[in-house]
């Protein structure tokens, strides 16, 4: 604001230059007069206030300009010598004086030179009477001002964007480097399968190499092992899928076999659309064998544990029996006893076992047919004196699928049903109910275990299953337990290719099931093949 | 006409137990306690069927079966496996091997009746 209002006292004999600053100055808000002659421009400095004072000394009276600019340096106005430099404006204005030689400079620098800074292109008020070609200029002028501005500003940006990309290319370098030097292997393909990323442990474990592989699909490669067409059958298999994993059994050139346990797991992007397949791969060939010793010490275990029980349940069941002689009523109690903790030891034992068997791909495999509603009656035994204990009433319904058999891991089934009533007694209060039955749904067979007890909350629903998990609730806490049950009755359920369906609310009571393959013996021949005599026996029956 | 049964086990003590239920229920039964004195009784006794225990020393459960079968003396014999430790697949294992069924230690003696009742006498 201060420079627009600026006032100039401009002295220059030659009009043409005159004219020139004058409208110069006045386009840009200031208040200019010009003179020709010094005498004019000393009684204009005396008659109105001026801030600067331009003057070109060429032409004009030695005298007449020493007391002028006397005069100025007495008021401490600026001064700028116009036509003069160096040496020969020494004398007039001390060294160091605003001096601007002619021709005169281009008139952004002029105007900067005589003290007038650049107002903003809006609030530059037009000045009445400027010519149109000025007012061109002056924008064309400005445009190549904002030009420059530009191109310095774009110079900036783009050392910033150099900055940029040099740690992006640091930090991918990083990236890569753990990414090739992790344990795992890494193999990534993109969502239209093309293999993006496959790191030196997974070339070594899938017998690829990444200069060949990177940019193929799976499918496109030549190359076939164990490990390889598992990924692919898995891939292909269901499009559905979010994550799987797998653990495959590979044959090593020695003759040595190992263990990767692959996981695939689909990648989304920010906007949850498919964005490719992540799949890892790890060597677990040293937990399996430890697995595998583990197994078969728990298998031991249960072998030296199995073998005296297998005394005691049948001397206890013989005298119960009578065989061995007529009891009293309290023998006879105290023989039902033995026998009914023997049961219970049994289950017990069982359990551990199935701890050794819980990443084990046997579980529901071994398939037989029975009869299922005695296998339950059978499993809900060791149960009778712990509910009795707690006056529950522990009912086995067999009465709407009579005789009905099933195809199944038989004693995975029986540990199943075991856990599941273990469960229903344990979390029923005293003087509840529990009860299980079989019935036909759907032309399968139902195991269903009920009971009137604490209930469950809708939202631990799924969490139950998990392994260890058990609802944390001051009322249900002191019941112990292992937190294995449900994980165990959902392995084995899903083994064979059923699942579990929970029903319950919170102090409504809770009820377990899951569906099995009914077993045909007439229609079924093909699969008994092996076993002709076991299937004629079962239809004698 | 008196139906005998086989044992072929180690352990004394399930010796005994089995014979307690067999014989309770009207079997005769006779016992050795490895894989070789087995087979040796199979052959010389021809009993109605036999109770085979998979793990022994010397010659286990599996290789006795398989040198049952191989025999035309002993061939017909139907072989209830009897093990109380768990085999992968164990069930089917043994009826590929030509065993009529497989049963798990401990046992409810009802049903080691019922299982010895269903199958003696089948001749392969």
């Known amino acids: 604001m201060v420079d627009e209002s600026k006032a100039y006292l401009l002295i220059d004999a030659a009009p043409d230059w005159r004219e020139r600053l004058a409208r110069l100055l006045e386009r840009e808000g200031c208040r200019v007069e010009a003179v020709g002659d010094v005498a004019a421009g000393l009684s204009s400095l005396r008659g109105a206030h001026v801030d600067c004072v331009v003057l070109d000394p060429n032409g004009q009276a030695a005298d007449g300009v020493r007391t002028l600019l006397r005069e100025v340096e007495e008021l401490g106005r600026d001064v700028v010598l116009l036509g003069v430099e160096g040496a020969a404006a020494e004398p007039l204005v001390g060294v160091g004086g605003v001096c601007i030689p002619k021709p005169l400079p281009r008139p952004r620098e002029m105007l900067q030179r005589l003290g007038v800074r650049s107002a903003p292109v809006a609030a530059a008020p037009t000045p009445p009477g400027s010519a149109v070609g000025g007012t061109d200029s002056k924008e064309l002028h400005l445009l190549r001002e904002r030009c420059k501005d530009l191109e310095a500003r774009l110079a900036e940006q783009v050392e910033s964007f150099d900055d940029l990309r040099e740690s992006f290319n640091q930090e991918l370098s990083r990236m890569m480097n753990i990414v090739s030097n992790i344990m795992d292997g890494i193999l990534f393909t993109d969502a239209v399968g093309s293999i993006r990323l496959l790191n030196p442990v997974a070339e070594e474990m899938l017998g690829l190499r990444a200069f060949v592989a990177v940019g193929q699909t799976l499918d496109d490669l030549e190359e076939s092992n164990e490990l390889l067409d598992e990924i692919r059958a898995t891939c292909d298999q269901r499009p559905d899928w979010r994550e799987t994993s797998k653990t495959v059994e590979v044959h090593r050139d020695d003759q040595d076999l190992a263990y990767i346990k692959m996981r695939i797991g689909r990648v989304v992007d920010f906007r949850g659309e498919f964005a490719g397949t992540l799949i890892q791969l790890e060597d677990v060939t040293a937990e399996y064998k430890t697995d595998q010793l583990k197994n078969q010490y728990l298998s031991i275990v249960a072998h030296e544990l199995r073998t005296p029980l297998t005394g005691i349940k049948t001397f206890s069941t013989m005298m119960a029996k009578g065989v061995l002689g007529g009891l009293n009523e309290r023998q006879a109690r105290v023989v039902d006893s033995i026998r009914e903790q023997s049961l219970r030891l049994e289950h017990q034992i069982d359990k551990l076992v199935n701890l050794g068997h819980l990443d084990s791909n046997d579980v529901g495999q071994d398939l037989e047919p029975f009869d299922i509603n005695e296998l339950v009656t059978q499993a809900s035994v060791p149960f009778q004196q712990v509910a009795a204990e707690k006056r529950i009433t522990l009912v086995v319904d067999t009465g709407a699928a009579p005789g009905a058999m099933v195809e199944a891991d038989r004693s995975a089934i029986r540990r199943a049903v075991q856990a599941l009533v273990e469960n229903a007694v344990k979390f029923t209060p005293d003087g509840g109910h529990v009860e299980v039955a079989v019935r036909q749904r759907d032309g399968q067979l139902e195991v269903a275990v009920s009971d009137d007890g604490v209930g469950i909350d809708p939202r631990y629903h799924r969490r139950i299953f998990e392994k260890f998990f058990q609802v944390e609730d001051p009322l249900t806490r002191h019941h112990g337990g292992s937190g294995l049950g449900l994980f165990f009755v959902k392995s084995i359920v899903e083994a064979h290719r059923s699942e579990v369906t929970v029903r319950s609310e919170l102090g409504r009571g809770a009820s377990f099931s899951f569906l099995l393959r009914s077993h045909e013996a007439e229609t079924a021949d093909e699969t008994l093949a092996t076993t002709p005599q076991t299937t004629a026996g079962t239809e004698d029956d | ?124």
């Open chain 2, 1 to 124: 006409m008196e139906r005998t049964v086989l044992i072929i086990e180690d352990e004394k003590l399930i010796i005994v137990s089995t014979q307690m239920v067999l014989e309770a229920a009207g079997f005769r039964v006779e016992a050795a306690d490895n894989g070789e004195e087995g087979i040796e009784k199979a052959r010389k006794l021809r009993p109605d069927l036999v109770l085979l225990d998979i793990m022994m020393p010397g010659i286990d459960g599996w290789e006795t079966l398989t040198r049952l079968k191989r025999d035309p003396d002993t061939s017909g014999i139907p072989v209830i496996i009897f093990t109380a430790r768990e085999h992968a697949r164990g069930h089917q294992k043994s009826t590929e091997m030509g065993a009529a069924d497989y049963f798990r230690k401990p046992f409810e003696p009802d049903e080691l009746i019922e299982l010895v009742e269903k199958h003696i006498g089948q001749r392969v």
